[in-house]
C-alpha cells in the first residue's frame, strides 16, 4: 500500500515568511510524528499525535513552530515568520498505535530552505 | 534527558569485509532500541529493533545488533558487506512508556568500495 507521503518535497522561502508543511500517513494509522533533521545531524522530535491531539508537544523549539491534526490523518506543521536556522529536512512518520512494538514508517521528508 | 552516540561518522570498507558500527546511549530507565537506514535516495527505514528477551537481534539484510546493558550500547554488526549496504546508519532509542518519541544519534555514513 501507499506509504507516507509530504508535500512539498522542497520549499524555498524568505526569512519572515509563514510555510505550511502537509504530512499524509499510512492510512489507517493512529499515531503521527514530526522530527527535523539539520544537515549531518540524525532526525530530532518535534511532536507527536495520537488522533487528533498533540499528546507530545515537548521538542518544538519555540511558538512560531505549531502543527495540526483535525481530522486525525493528515497533519500540517506551520512555521511563522522563519529564520535561517529553519533549513533542515522535516519528516514525518505515522504508526499503527504509538506502541513501541509498532514501527515508526517515515515519508521522504519536506526541504525547507530559508533564505 | 536521553541521548544517543554514533563514534564513527563515516567508514569505508571492501566489499565482504566485516561491520561494526558503534552506538551507545544516556538513559537511567529501560529503553527500546532501533536501527535505522537510509539508502541514497530513500526514506529512512527500519533495519531492526530490540525491546526484551535475547540481547542478540536479527534484522533485515543480514544485519545483527547486541544489546549490551552494562555498556549501555547497540552495535550494529553484519559480517562480510555489499557494496549495496552503502547508505547512512541511524541508531535510535525510545522510552518504554508513553509516547515512542525517537531519539536518534548523529548517524555513520557507510561507503563500500566494489
Known amino acids: 500500500g501507499a506509504g507516507v507521503s509530504q508535500t512539498p518535497s522542497n520549499k524555498v522561502t524568505e526569512k519572515g515568511k509563514y510555510v505550511e508543511l502537509r504530512c499524509d500517513p499510512i492510512?489507517?494509522?493512529?499515531?503521527l510524528y514530526w522530527y527535523r533533521q539539520s544537515l549531518g545531524q540524525g532526525p530530532e522530535f518535534l511532536i507527536y499525535?495520537?488522533?487528533?491531539?498533540?499528546?507530545?508537544d515537548s521538542g518544538l523549539p519555540n511558538d512560531r513552530f505549531f502543527a495540526v491534526r483535525p481530522e486525525g490523518s493528515v497533519s500540517t506543521l506551520k512555521i511563522q515568520r522563519t529564520e535561517r536556522g529553519d533549513s533542515a529536512v522535516y519528516l514525518c512518520?505515522?504508526?499503527?498505535?504509538?506502541?513501541?512494538?509498532?514501527?515508526?514508517?517515515f515519508g521522504p521528508g519536506t526541504r525547507l530552505t530559508v533564505l | 534527558a536521553q541521548s544517543v552516540s554514533q563514534h564513527n561518522h563515516h567508514v569505508i570498507l571492501s566489499e565482504a569485509a566485516s561491520l561494526e558500527l558503534g552506538c551507545n546511549y544516556s538513559?537511567?530507565?529501560?529503553?527500546?532500541l532501533f536501527w535505522y537506514v537510509q539508502y541514497p535516495g530513500q526514506h529512512l527505514q527500519l533495519l531492526l529493533k530490540?525491546?526484551?528477551?535475547?540481547?542478540l537481534v536479527k534484522g533485515i539484510k543480514g544485519f545483527e545488533a547486541e544489546f549490551i546493558k552494562s555498556k549501555f550500547s547497540f552495535n550494529l554488526r553484519k559480517p562480510s558487506v555489499q557494496w549495496s549496504d552503502t547508505a547512512e546508519y541511524f541508531c535510535?532509542?525510545?522510552?518504554?512508556?508513553?509516547?515512542?518519541?525517537?531519539?536518534f544519534g548523529q548517524g555513520t555514513r557507510l561507503t563500500i568500495n566494489p
Open positions: 538513559y537511567g530507565g529501560t529503553v527500546n
Open positions: 512518520a505515522s504508526s499503527l498505535m504509538a506502541a513501541a512494538v509498532d514501527t515508526q514508517y
Open positions: 492510512s489507517g494509522h493512529t499515531a
Open positions: 499525535f495520537q488522533g487528533t491531539g498533540a499528546a507530545d
Open positions: 530490540y525491546f526484551s528477551g535475547d540481547p
Open positions: 535510535a532509542v525510545s522510552q518504554i512508556q508513553g509516547a515512542q518519541k525517537l531519539v
